[in-house]
């Protein structure tokens, strides 16, 4: 069984089981699509990445915190969109240089090392130290701005995914009179 990498973060708000349900009765595409965008409004606008980009150390480079984005997902198959907030890091082999990808060490930050060693040519063990968990600041970056920010993101979700879901709806009674009018 494939282990879970990263934070898993749950919360039970009133009223998005309704929301949920009433998202599955429309086109599955369209769903997904408002679904993606509603979560990332919520995201965005709860002040989530902010938190994140002032609990992120600059560090040397200021790499990590210029790597922080929101990014969506959709799911057509399922009609499901999701929004992750968090660092980006990687680019494939054929992509242009871009300095904004540059979060490899984004679990490094948040989780901590224990103490590493390395072999010397003479065979000696040497240290090269340990990170503690949170870098500098000493507290985890996505857990601190989520902790900050998880009763406004709350309060947003509900808000946000009920737009999302009536411009849904208005985007399909437009789609329904387009094809009722060729």
């Known amino acids: 069984m494939a282990e879970t990498v990263g934070i898993r973060i749950t919360m039970n708000v009133p009223g998005l089981e309704r929301l949920r349900a009433a998202f599955e009765g429309l086109p599955k595409t369209l769903a997904a699509k408002h679904m993606a965008a509603g979560l990332k409004r919520a995201a965005e606008q709860g002040g989530?990445?902010?938190?994140?980009?002032?609990?992120?150390?600059?560090?040397?480079?200021?790499?990590?915190?210029?790597?922080?984005?929101?990014?969506?997902?959709?799911?057509?198959?399922?009609?499901v969109g999701i929004a992750i907030l968090g660092y980006k890091s990687g680019r494939k082999m054929n992509e242009p240089y871009d300095n904004t990808k540059l979060g490899y060490h984004q679990g490094l930050v948040e989780f901590g090392t224990k103490e590493r060693f390395r072999k010397t040519k003479d065979g000696r063990l040497v240290s090269t130290g340990k990170m503690p968990v949170g870098g500098r600041f000493g507290r985890p970056p996505v857990?601190?701005?989520?902790?900050?920010?998880?009763?406004?993101?709350?309060?947003?979700?509900?808000?946000?995914?009920?737009?999302?879901?009536?411009?849904?709806?208005?985007?399909?009674?437009f789609q329904t009179i387009a094809k009722g009018s060729l």
């Open 48 to 79: 989530t990445l902010a938190a994140l980009k002032a609990n992120t150390p600059k560090g040397e480079t200021g790499n990590l915190r210029r790597s922080i984005a929101v990014k969506t997902k959709k799911y057509p198959r399922t009609g």
């Open 143 to 173: 857990r601190s701005a989520w902790e900050q920010t998880r009763s406004n993101v709350e309060g947003m979700l509900v808000a946000e995914m009920e737009k999302a879901f009536n411009a849904a709806v208005k985007e399909l009674a």
